[in-house]
T-cell receptor, first 112, second 116 residues
Framework: LAKTTQPISMDSYEGQEVNITCSHNNIATNDYITWYQQFPSQGPRFIIQ???TKVTNEVASLFIPADRKSSTLSLPRVSLSDTAVYYCLVGFNGGATNKLIFGTGTLLAVQP | GAVVSQHPSWVICKSGTSVKIECRSLDFQATTMFWYRQFPKQSLMLMAT?????????EQGVEKDKFLINHASLTLSTLTVTSAHPEDSSFYICSAGDRGRGNTIYFGEGSWLTVV
């Protein structure tokens, strides 16, 4: 199972764009990259998922270079409510083998 | 809206008793579900993989006789903490993959267990 490495914490201000990079050097061919957001006392919430290049949805963008050994979650114009822990996970989304192992995550603190 | 739901959200039990936590996939079938536990200010730790119709697969260090997992249907997995002790107090979270949504894994809201 691929291991991920993220910064432990990041600080930002409201209205700024935040980029959180995750390293996953041992990612396997079948692995997808998924980012989750977790608030205290809540389960992780799905943000975005990708396999390669760039993926964008209504809340974030995910940039994945050609070698797929890292990925960057981009949050446009963050607000105070974006303060949370963000987890990057890699795994094969295909059934019993797709157990996701969590790393430390990145605590994003957004200030006024 | 939530696609994976847990019940109860929180529970308090006495030492030595057992408590059951349910995990349901709301609008999809899940042959595989996963159970995690999370201590305050720590990351999620995978406990076991719940397989519909067969035995669960436990991660190293997790006592299978203490954390009983039953996956009796394609939409329901249960985790029973048997003979609970205060050190079992934790936040328990389940997850399931939705093949209809690109096999994305969704997590439940979590269940707080406090053993007194």
């Amino acid at each position: 199972l691929a291991k991920t490495t993220q910064p432990i914490s990041m600080d930002s201000y409201e209205g700024q764009e935040v980029n959180i990079t995750c390293s996953h050097n041992n990612i396997a061919t079948n692995d997808y990259i998924t980012w989750y957001q977790q608030f205290p006392s809540q389960g992780p919430r799905f943000i975005i998922q990708g396999y390669k290049t760039k993926v964008t949805n209504e809340v974030a963008s995910l940039f994945i270079p050609a070698d797929r050994k890292s990925s960057t979650l981009s949050l446009p114009r963050v607000s105070l409510s974006d303060t949370a822990v963000y987890y990057c996970l890699v795994g094969f989304n295909g059934g019993a083998t797709n157990k996701l192992i969590f790393g430390t995550g990145t605590l994003l603190a957004v200030q006024p | 809206g939530a696609v994976v739901s847990q019940h109860p959200s929180w529970v308090i039990c006495k030492s030595g008793t057992s408590v059951k936590i349910e995990c349901r996939s709301l609008d999809f079938q899940a042959t595989t579900m996963f159970w995690y536990r999370q201590f305050p200010k720590q990351s999620l730790m995978l406990m076991a993989t719940s397989n519909e119709g067969s035995k669960a697969t436990y991660e190293q260090g997790v006592e299978k006789d203490k954390f009983l997992i039953n996956h009796a249907s394609l939409t329901l997995s249960t985790l029973t903490v048997t003979s609970a002790h205060p050190e079992d107090s934790s936040f328990y979270i389940c997850s399931a993959g939705d093949r209809g949504r690109g096999n994305t894994i969704y997590f439940g809201e979590g269940s707080w267990l406090t053993v007194v």
